[in-house]
């Protein structure tokens, strides 16, 4: 699970935020704060591995004890949702390492796909293991693979619903892996859809596949969650 801690000097923002974290599998919300010393706190605990929120808490601005983090080599990624439009805030909070940022009001889907970006970078991209090119693609060029609609990032003819329950599916089968035809059957689509899906998430990196050889019959490609060795 991916700890989250929660910023914003509004109670009821607070509480949407969390309501919409809660939403996407494999996030846990470990607090609501209003102010950047009780970050701190929730910080030293040493659950928290992603912040979300506003620029500032009652007590001051951000950036400085995220500046502080970064001098010292201490990790923390961050989502800004604001209603800061001014350059100079974006341009501090991207220096520091920034993944994502909304503007309020931001729409439901386009927060969706911000959380659901993270995570399948995070899952990808380990310390331990070195990266391939379509895995920093994802990172760095995410629009690559992503369209426009109204006014929201969504995946260009793909619903991003349908490719983080395939990412599950994948998952959960783990080594044994699938076809298109289990995989269709599992998750009650069509086998057209699910090629479409699987297609996309082998370039993306997401899924390996490999050819399977049965007794009777053509070949049939075996897709797999892709692991870092």
């Known amino acids: ?85 001014s350059y100079g805030t974006f341009y501090d909070m991207s220096r520091y390492g920034a993944v994502d940022y909304l503007l309020k009001p931001f729409v439901y889907a386009r927060f969706r796909e911000a959380l659901i970006q993270y995570k399948i970078c995070k899952e990808q991209l380990t310390p331990e293991n070195e990266m391939t090119q379509k895995q920093l693609d994802m990172f760095f060029f995410p629009d690559a693979l992503i369209g426009k609609y109204g006014g929201s990032r969504v995946l260009k003819n793909f619903n991003p619903y349908t490719y983080e329950k395939i990412c599950e599916y994948a998952r959960k089968r783990g080594d044994i892996g699938f076809t298109a035809h289990e995989l269709a ?30 007794e009777i019959g053509r070949p049939r490609n075996q897709y797999k969650f892709r692991r870092m060795q």
């Open 1 to 85: 699970m991916i700890g989250v801690a929660i910023l914003d000097q509004d109670p009821m923002i607070r509480s949407l935020l969390e309501t919409h974290v809660k939403k996407v599998e494999g996030y846990e919300v470990l607090g609501l704060m209003e102010s950047v010393e009780e970050l701190k706190g929730l910080y030293q605990q040493g659950k928290m591995q992603l912040l979300i929120g506003e620029t500032r808490g009652t007590d001051g601005t951000l950036v400085d004890w995220i500046a502080a983090l970064r001098a010292e080599h201490h990790p923390l990624d961050f989502i800004i949702v604001t209603k800061d439009t």
């Open 185 to 214: 059957e599992g998750m009650n689509i069509s086998r057209v859809t699910a090629r479409r899906y699987l297609e996309l998430m082998e370039k993306d990196g997401v899924l390996e596949v490999e050819m399977r050889y049965g």
